[in-house]
């Protein structure tokens, strides 16, 4: 009888305890081999085209300057489109999670999930299934993103409203409060009178929520309002 072969895996997290951690996990397990843990998204992509590998672990959100998680997930299922991939995130909402997996990736854990449930997913995510804890399986039943088949591939103005719905959870509280605001038609001056803050304050705050979900005008802002919304 032939003996099974490990699963290959290689690991990407901008955390070097993090990435420490993951190793000391899979190098504990005889069915897992490590081939490689990487701090880079390009030094990963480098290290992909020498070696053959069954299974990426890597984290959603990477340092300033990295390509982010979401391009990162579609780069590498149209480079290698064997690779599985799953995705290790303290960014743990549902429409992240269904963001994810209709980009390509296989599965998705949140950091703060213990070192069993880290090592059930890949074994999950490398014989071929979806992994999701059962509580995040059950929220994307009940979330907004429901309404999106997690199985069928997302098309760009779903990616990104998608996209601006996970980022939401970046948003401090007046930040969100300024955008609500503007939803409702306030003009900047309108907002400072309604919160007795400065002009120069509530301006400051719009532009630091734009900044972050990547919006480039009011314009933009209205077309994610549901989103937004939560409807």
Known sequence: MLEKKPTRLMILDDHSLVLCGMEIKIQAEADLLLLGSFSRGSTLMAALREEEVDLVVMDYSLRSGEVDGLNLIRTLKIRFPKLRLLIISSLYVPATVALALRCGASGFIGKELN???????????????????????????????????????????????LDVLARTSELTVREHEVLRCCL?????????????????????????AFRKLGLRGDNELYKVRYQMEGR
């Open 115 to 161: 070192s069993d449930e880290f090592v059930l997913a890949i074994r999950q995510v490398a014989a071929g299934k979806v992994y999701l804890h059962p509580d995040m399986a059950e929220a994307l039943q009940v979330h907004e993103v429901s309404r999106l088949d997690i199985a069928t591939p997302a098309s760009e103005s779903e990616v990104a409203s």
């Open 184 to 208: 409702d038609g306030l003009s900047v001056s309108h907002i400072a009178r309604k919160f007795s803050r400065s002009i120069k304050t509530i301006s400051t705050q719009k532009q630091a």
